[in-house]
């Protein structure tokens, strides 16, 4: 008798990362789309380095625990600090032996304040924190590992991006105008880095209720929207932006860079409605 039994996720991802060494930048807590990411990226066989901001070195030390006790680093590394960047960037090459796969980044920072009201009130130093956080870091971070994934004869960065970037969504303000420079900070550093056989590509995910974005108000309103009208009729899970990651990273997507991958049940192909 032939019984079927249908594939689990884990077994379908299995080796697909098989000797690939990366960092995911920007893991705060479980619900992280970063730690999502990981999960993926772990169960596909890849070897990780996780870097935190200082105030939660401890859950994400607990984190890399929980993944894979005693075989993941985490390295403090403040993006804004072009001497962190630097310094962490110099231990992941001691311990990956110069060469690297893949990055991850996945943060982002406005104040809260600018998260509401309309975006004509952005303060100047408001609207240059968000941009140096959620933009220009990757550029920052792309520059600290073109040596190594170019040791290693090629790579793959990937970001994680908003349609608020694109169109306008309520209350996103300061953070889409942020979310536009990194969606074409990827095109141009494609460009530079792509004879280097490196890829640069963003994912756009659909809201998901992050710690982050539990601050906002309305955010659970507009999560439930998109599970009434999105063409998946559903919301997106960091599951799903996490094995979309783990194409990105393998070489099944060899051919793409500079690319923004919609990650939202399809809720971007829609005109207003209501
Ligand atoms: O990119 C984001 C979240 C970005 C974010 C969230 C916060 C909240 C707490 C950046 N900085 C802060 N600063 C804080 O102090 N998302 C895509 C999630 C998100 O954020 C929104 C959204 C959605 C969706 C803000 C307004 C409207 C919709």
Redesign the pocket.
């Known amino acids: 008798m032939n019984i079927q039994i249908e594939e689990k996720p884990k077994t379908e991802r299995a080796g697909i990362l098989k000797g690939k060494k990366g960092v995911i930048l920007g893991i705060a807590n479980k619900w992280s789309i970063a730690w999502g990411i990981a999960n993926s990226l772990h169960e596909a066989g890849a070897e990780l380095i996780f870097t935190y901001q200082e105030r939660v070195k401890d859950r994400v030390e607990k984190l890399a625990e929980e993944i894979a006790s005693g075989q993941i680093s985490c390295i403090e590394c403040d993006v804004t600090s072009d001497e962190q960047l630097e310094k962490a960037f110099q231990e992941i090459s001691k311990i990956y032996d110069g060469k690297v796969d893949f990055i991850i980044h996945s943060l982002?920072?406005?104040?809260?304040d600018e998260?509401e009201g309309r975006y004509i009130d952005t303060s100047r130093s408001g609207f240059a924190l968000a941009q140096d956080i959620s933009a220009y870091s990757l550029a920052a971070v792309a520059k600290q590992a073109e040596p190594l994934l170019e040791k290693n004869g090629g790579g793959s960065i990937v970001t994680l991006t908003?349609i608020?970037g694109e169109r306008v969504?309520?209350?996103?303000n300061v953070?889409g105008v942020a979310k536009a420079a990194l969606e074409c900070s990827v095109k141009y550093l494609a460009n530079d880095l792509g004879p280097k056989n490196i890829r640069v590509n963003a994912i756009s995910a659909g809201?998901i209720k992050?710690l982050?974005?539990s601050?906002?108000s309305g955010?659970q309103s507009?999560i439930n929207e998109i599970a009434q009208i999105s063409p998946l009729r559903r919301n997106t899970e960091t599951e799903e932006v996490g094995d979309t990651a783990l194409f990105l990273v393998s070489n099944l997507s060899r051919g793409i860079t500079g690319e923004v991958i919609h990650v939202d049940s399809g809720f971007h192909v829609l005109a207003a409605m209501k």
């Not at 982002?108 to 809260?112: E, G, T």
């Not at 969504?169 to 996103?172: A, C, P």
């Open positions: 982002a920072f406005a104040n809260k998260l908003y608020g969504v309520k209350n996103y953070m809201p992050t982050a974005a601050a906002i955010i507009m």
